[in-house]
């Protein structure tokens, strides 16, 4: 039998409909993005993730480097007076893998306080043991560094804040030109007592018109309640001594 021929009309509608594509994937909304758009819910809680395992691990580092830092400090009994336990922190310094193990902790100590108001643009160290490590710790955070000294030691115009000691007044100095208005000022020495000193050095960063975001020290002598003195967060890096020895 004859084959026979469709009407070309009919060729074309065969053709054409044999020809169309079947779009499948189903059309994209704002909980279900293109397939080759990144779906930020996702990226979100892989970022939040990576941030939480960097600072769990920055923690634990800071921790680990506690123990062994303190565990380098000496201890020297009625020095330099009576009832006073003397925490010699000298031993850090005489050995370049803990002096470097310091700087890293404070270095983290600072990431984990103070973070969030912003890295200090200006780190102060206070005569005299807070020139150990101020300049080096400055330099890792990428900040200027600034002495404040005892009256009359400093070149050039000064500001100067009292306070008290324990026989009498002494004095504070800083040069005029040492901190711009509005510069983050973060204040480092190696021990809290009193706080007096600290205070004078803090309101010293207020004259010069310095935004002064905290206060770091080594050690604190928690029972004579320093910190109270200062209107700034205090962060200190090992345990401190929470009673006076007896005499």
């Known amino acids: ?122 780190v102060i160290g206070l005569e005299a043991r807070g020139f150990l490590f101020g300049p080096s710790l400055a330099l890792k955070l990428g900040a200027s560094f600034v002495p404040v000294r005892k009256q009359g030691k400093l070149p050039g115009p000064t500001e100067t804040a009292s306070y008290k000691k324990e026989y009498g007044e002494d004095f504070f100095q800083i040069q ?23 205070a004078a050095a803090g309101s010293l960063v207020k004259q010069l018109g310095g935004n002064l975001v905290g206060y770091i020290f080594m050690l604190e002598l928690d029972f004579l309640k320093g910190r109270d003195k200062l209107d700034a967060p205090v962060s200190t890096l090992l345990t401190g001594q929470e009673e006076k020895k007896p005499a």
Do not use: C, W
């Open 1 to 122: 039998m004859p084959a026979t021929s469709l009407p070309d009309s009919l060729h074309g509608q065969r053709d054409s409909s044999s020809s169309q594509a079947v779009n499948t994937t189903p059309a994209s909304t704002s909980s279900h993005p293109p397939a080759d758009t990144p779906d930020p819910t996702t990226s979100t809680n892989a970022s939040q993730r990576r941030l939480s395992s960097t600072a769990t691990a920055g923690t634990t580092e800071l921790s680990n480097l506690k123990i062994k830092l303190r565990g380098a400090l000496r201890q020297f009994p009625d020095f330099p007076t009576p009832g006073i336990l003397f925490e010699d922190i000298l031993p850090i310094f005489a050995d370049v893998d803990l002096h470097s193990s310091l700087l890293r902790a404070l270095e983290l100590l600072v990431d984990e306080k103070y973070s969030g108001a912003g890295k200090p643009d200006v």
């Open 176 to 198: 005029k030109d040492a901190i711009r208005a509005g510069q983050r000022v973060l204040i480092v020495d190696d021990i809290i007592a009193t706080g007096g000193s600290a």
